[in-house]
């Protein structure tokens, strides 16, 4: 496959989640009455916020030790963490619908700030993300670590502040 084909379809894909996304949480129609049996959901997305987070850190300090092995496991880790936290959200959601934020005064303009950069940062990410791995499994490592400088950070921050707006809910719904 080329890079032409392969980035089209990562464009394809990454507007494809994106747009579900979009749809399940503003445009489907809310059902009445949410399941408890979910209750559980958000705690695990944000743990499974915070192992993808270490698997980043982990895999960052492998590669920088020349710990190619270890580098490769802790961003395979990142990207199942990630993919668990995806299917966790969309399962949670569509049974849910959204969560309002009910915190008032200064902490309502932070909370807000926090989840409109993770939101447009996450839209951003995602297809960056699968082009860093297209690149190394295509054994493509300059492209690979350019493309990775700029995605890791970024997906760092996608991920904290994921944990960060689920704790922020659970004090403040």
């Keep these: 496959m080329n890079d032409r084909s392969a980035l089209a379809g990562i464009g394809l894909v990454s507007v494809a989640v994106f747009s579900f996304l979009l749809w399940l949480l503003?445009?489907?129609?809310?059902?009445a009455g949410a399941s408890d049996s979910l209750a559980w959901v958000p705690a695990a997305n944000a743990a499974f916020n915070a192992a993808c987070t270490?698997?980043?850190v982990t895999g960052f300090a492998a590669i920088?030790?020349?710990?190619?092995?270890?580098h490769v496991?802790?961003?395979?880790?990142?990207?199942?963490?990630?993919?668990?936290?995806?299917?966790?959200?969309?399962?949670?959601?569509?049974?849910?619908?959204?969560?309002?934020?009910?915190?008032?005064?200064?902490?309502?303009?932070?909370?807000?700030?926090?989840?409109i950069s993770h939101v447009v940062l996450t839209a951003a990410t995602l297809p960056m993300i699968l082009t860093t791995v297209y690149y190394a499994c295509g054994r493509r490592f300059p492209d690979h670590r350019r493309m990775a400088r700029r995605t890791l950070p970024l997906w760092i921050y996608v991920s904290v502040?994921?944990?960060s707006i689920f704790a922020m809910l659970r004090v403040w719904a």
Excluded: E, K, W
């Excluded at 503003?26 to 059902?31: D, E, F, G, S, V």
């Excluded at 299917?87 to 309002?100: K, L, M, N, P, R």
């Design 26 to 31: 503003y445009l489907r129609p809310q059902t």
């Design 54 to 56: 270490a698997c980043l």
């Design 64 to 70: 920088r030790r020349g710990a190619r092995s270890l």
């Design 73 to 115: 496991v802790c961003m395979l880790g990142a990207l199942l963490f990630s993919a668990c936290f995806l299917a966790g959200y969309v399962v949670y959601h569509f049974d849910h619908g959204d969560t309002h934020f009910a915190g008032r005064g200064f902490v309502r303009p932070v909370y807000f700030s926090m989840l």
């Design 161 to 163: 502040t994921g944990i």
